[in-house]
């Protein structure tokens, strides 16, 4: 009674998934993506203990809090030899205050921070604090070590 087109073969039918097979995948491939952040992971804790400015020295342990601030102030280190330091750069003690006075962007409200090493002569620290203090800059601080007991 019904005729079929086919010479009696049935043709089948391909049938569709409900997700629509022939559109495009919206998988995301995240692999790439987690090797390249465990590699930048990696390179950071390398390089974070190297980005720290200063002269290695052992400061004296207070149980003072520490200051807090919105910007990186001027360091000035005294080491154990008596040497003076701006940032990581030695310089000569009649050196000390021009070389503030052209650093400052604050002029003489420019934050300053005073690293004296543990063994270091007290005389040699208290003598760039009055220098500096003497120039007139007022916001001044001594850096020390928290104790932790």
């Not at 604090?129 to 007022?138: D, N, V």
Request: proline letters at 5%.
């Amino acid at each position: 009674m019904g005729a079929s087109l086919g010479g009696g073969k049935a043709i089948p039918r391909r049938r569709r998934s409900r997700r629509g097979g022939s559109g495009p995948m919206s998988e995301i491939n995240v692999t790439p993506l987690v090797d390249v952040m465990l590699v930048l992971l990696i390179v950071f804790m390398v390089t974070a203990p190297m980005l720290t400015v200063g002269i290695p020295m052992e400061l004296p342990k207070t149980e003072a809090k520490a200051l807090g601030g919105e910007k990186e102030p001027l360091t000035i280190s005294v080491t154990s030899e008596g040497k003076i330091y701006i940032q990581d750069k030695e310089i000569a003690m009649d050196e000390l205050v021009p070389k503030l006075k052209a650093i400052s962007n604050n002029g003489y409200n420019e934050r300053i921070y005073i690293r004296g090493d543990q063994e270091s002569r007290h005389g040699k620290v208290s003598e760039v604090l009055g220098k500096i203090s003497s120039a007139g800059f007022t916001r001044l601080a001594i850096v020390t070590d928290s104790s932790s007991q």
